[in-house]
């Protein structure tokens, strides 16, 4: 599970860094427009991602900016990760 968070937020980061390029410098043709879009949905979808964090998380782990930030940039592979974080955690306290 660990390699598919890891690619997984890679290829996130490669996609941001592509839609953030082209609104530096924009591509030709329609594929610029394209990257708009995707990148106002991608926006607003991980923003709904990290109100769906702090929801579910806010009382099962100590959270900082950055984890917001995180859940932000990779969206569902960072919930993954921090899923994973408390179910680790809960099974540490029941073996206690």
Request: proline letters at 2%.
């Amino acid at each position: 599970m660990k390699f598919v968070i890891t690619t997984g937020k890679a290829v996130t980061l490669f996609a941001w860094l592509l839609m953030t390029y082209n609104l530096i410098m924009p591509f030709e043709g329609y594929i610029a427009i394209i990257l708009y879009i995707l990148l106002a949905i991608t926006a607003f979808m991980h923003c709904f991602q990290v109100i769906i964090f702090h929801t579910i998380f806010k009382s099962l782990l100590p959270l900082k900016k950055g984890d917001y930030f995180s859940v932000f940039i990779f969206g569902a592979f960072s919930l993954l990760q921090y899923r994973s974080k408390v179910m680790q955690n809960l099974e540490n306290a029941e073996t206690r």
